[in-house]
């Protein structure tokens, strides 16, 4: 059984998400330049990030199996950090975390999701287009003269 909760203020666990976000972001490194921005993350980092946004972690017998921060911007609800453990992928768990960001944007009044992808993660966008995400813009990171990343965005019914 899988249990979905909102981080808040009471949240003693940053040290199992940042570990969760860091292995399940493992796969990145070597592929994508610049580096994931997961690398700069801290405990007091994370734990702030988590006051700003509205996050949320999977937890499956006890242990945190994945995680999403979600962050309103006009006419948008950013998704961040959206990270499955390894060993729980493919069980559905993104799509529950997916579902979960649908309806804070829906009670936030926003009618879209957006999300940035790097552009050398192609499964990821093919993830996110069976997911109902359309390729909207590319971008380069500072100091990259070539994209480096894709925003994708879904419109809420």
């Not at 959206?82 to 960001?101: S, T």
Request: hydrophobic residues 45%.
């Amino acid at each position: 059984m899988t249990d979905i909760i909102r981080i808040g203020e009471d949240f003693g666990r940053f040290d199992e998400l940042l570990a969760l976000i860091l292995s399940s972001f493992a796969y990145m490194d070597g592929v994508i330049d610049p580096p994931s921005s997961a690398h700069r993350l801290t405990l007091a980092s994370l734990a702030e990030k988590a006051k700003d946004e509205i996050a949320f972690a999977a937890v499956e017998d006890g242990k945190l199996a994945g995680c999403v921060f979600l962050k309103p911007e006009p006419g948008f609800l950013y998704l961040g950090k959206l990270a499955i453990a390894p060993e729980c992928q493919g069980k559905g768990l993104g799509r529950r975390l997916l579902a979960i960001a649908e309806d804070v944007a829906r009670k936030e009044g926003l009618p879209s999701l957006r999300l940035e992808t790097r552009i050398e993660l192609a499964g990821n966008h093919a993830t996110f287009a069976r997911w109902g995400f359309s390729r909207t813009a590319e971008n380069s990171h500072p100091g990259f003269e070539r994209v480096t990343s894709i925003e994708m965005q879904k419109r809420l019914a």
